[in-house]
């Protein structure tokens, strides 16, 4: 897409009445008890909304507004061509929103507009579309019964779904949960991140211009320790599906064992690994190591944050890893040439800072980047060399842009530094022996391991992790598992 200026995105937020209000049974509701919280762009300080602060009654507002809808049928009963000629509208929506959809989404959450344009939004779309075709190409089963019997295997919605999703990628993750779920025919009540309402808001009245019947998708806005909570803990929930923390992931799970035994579908924290064998193409190693990090600030659950280099490489990496990360721009989302925007908010800002603190406290060396301007919610990329794996830094998640190298002299001992962590989520590869991509690739304990290549991922092939990073499958057909249930139809015949 054409790239824009500072100015025309300006111009253009001018023209962009936000939704605020929670989205409940079609309708943009207040809050229960009137109460709203502050949405403010992260790179400015602004003010851009004063969001509804949705109560336990609200949740359960719209969580009965999913139950009468689904127990009607109006959304479950229709034929899957039906369901697949709506979501397609949808997603046709989304494209001819594209510009609002990413304005509002760099606004909202500080990443660059030229990446929410090319990347977030069109693949929020292209999610939808690409569920929309598969629905009506899976078929159920016949069991092998003796022939006095016949016995079919067939998939329901599972009913109403609790979608609780990031600020990171608040839409593109929303369409990961949605596009599944609603095409099975399920309701959903889908709870953004309190930090980052705005896209989920207006994705919400596109559904209704596309057709979805009311009821069928609700938003309600506001904080996790009582939204969440509420999701989590609701009796009339039959499903819930979240990324985010494993803190707050393992909460939902207790929430479950607590009420009604929902299933609960965590994709939870990384600290991810990258590889890089002596044996690689060095050039092209070094730009997606840095892409890996520092791409969309850090803020990237599968992030590459911990970077194992062999030793006859180390000091060629180091010297051309510093100078990419040194050229990349830093600076204020609209402009149409930054790289590294803001992060989410200053409290976010102030605890990747206090990372880099202790880094620097346990001996680590910072070759570039710092602490910077504490007033301020940008971090530039920053790299710590002379990293062992017991460093905080290599073991805890910071999700911000900060890398920490370690070195390693062999194979196994490459394999034993990555999976010495309590996260599985993804790990990448470089060498140009076929036999080591395929060897180390089956010993890493990570639920993605890309190879001569990052973070690696597409419609056809689930998303999800190892370990604390959680067990929910996100992408491909693996993904409906989660939203419907088997069903086994068990006929005598006379």
């Known amino acids: 897409m054409t790239v824009q200026n500072k100015e025309y995105w300006l111009n253009k937020q001018q023209q962009i009445s936000l939704k605020a209000q929670a989205f409940i049974d079609g309708e943009f509701v207040d809050a229960s008890d009137k109460g709203t919280y502050d ?28 139950r009468r809808s689904f127990d009607s049928g109006i959304w ?51 999610c939808f579309d690409w569920y929309a ?40 993750i929303a369409a990961w949960k949605l596009a599944p779920a609603l ?57 819930l599906v979240f990324t985010g923390s494993t803190a707050v992931g393992k909460l939902f799970m207790g929430y479950s064992a607590e009420s009604n035994m929902k299933p609960v579908w965590p994709e939870t924290g990384g600290k991810s690994p990258n590889l890089i064998f002596a044996d690689c193409d060095l050039d092209a190693a070094v730009e997606h190591a840095a892409m890996g990090i520092f791409f969309n600030q850090g803020e990237v659950c599968s992030a590459n944050s911990r970077i194992l280099i062999e030793r006859s490489i180390k000091d060629q990496f180091v010297e051309k890893f510093l100078a990419k990360a040194r050229s990349m721009k830093v600076g204020d989302p609209l402009d149409a040439d930054t790289q ?47 990293v062992t794996p017991q460093m905080s830094i290599a073991r805890d998640e910071v999700f911000g842009p900060v890398a920490a190298l370690l070195t390693f002299d062999s194979e196994a001992e490459a394999i034993a530094i990555a999976n010495d962590s309590i ?53 491909s057909l693996h993904a409906l598992d989660k939203f419907t249930q088997l069903k086994t139809t068990w006929i005598k015949l006379a």
């Open 39 to 66: 949405t403010i762009n992260p790179a400015s300080g602004e003010l851009l909304a004063a969001t509804a602060a949705c109560t336990e009654a609200d949740v359960d507002r719209a969580v009965a507004a999913a």
């Open 76 to 126: 479950a009963d229709k034929a899957p061509g039906e369901r697949k000629a709506v979501m397609q509208k949808l997603a046709a929506l989304i494209r001819e929103n594209l510009e609002e959809l990413a304005l509002l989404e760099s606004l909202n959450v500080g990443k660059p507009v030229q990446d929410a344009v090319n990347i977030d939004i069109p693949g929020s779309a292209a």
């Open 133 to 172: 075709e598969a629905v009506d190409k899976l078929y159920g089963e016949v069991a092998p019964t003796d022939g006095n019997n016949i016995a079919t295997i067939t998939r329901e919605p599972i009913g109403v779904v609790a979608a609780v999703v990031p600020w990171n990628f608040p839409l593109d």
């Open 183 to 239: 095409i099975s025919g399920n309701s959903v009540v889908l709870k953004p991140a309190e930090q980052s309402p705005l896209t989920a808001l207006r994705l919400a009245e596109l559904t209704k211009e596309a057709g979805f019947p009311d009821g069928v998708l609700n938003v309600v806005t506001g904080h996790g320790h009582i939204v969440g909570r509420a999701l989590g803990l609701h009796m009339d929930v039959d499903c």
């Open 340 to 386: 590294v925007g803001a992060l989410i908010d200053h409290n976010h800002a102030c605890n990747v800072r206090k990372c880099i603190t202790a880094a620097n406290a346990e001996g680590a060396q910072m070759l570039t980047g710092g602490i910077g301007d504490e007033a301020s919610a940008v971090v530039e990329p920053t790299i710590f060399d002379g």
């Open 423 to 475: 996260y599985g989520l993804a790990a990448s590869l470089w060498t140009s022996n076929l036999n080591r991509a395929h060897r180390v690739s089956r010993k890493l304990r990570a639920g993605t391991v890309s190879v001569n290549t990052m973070d690696a991922l597409d419609f056809s092939t689930p998303f999800g992790g190892f370990k604390q990073s959680g067990f929910g499958r996100d992408l």
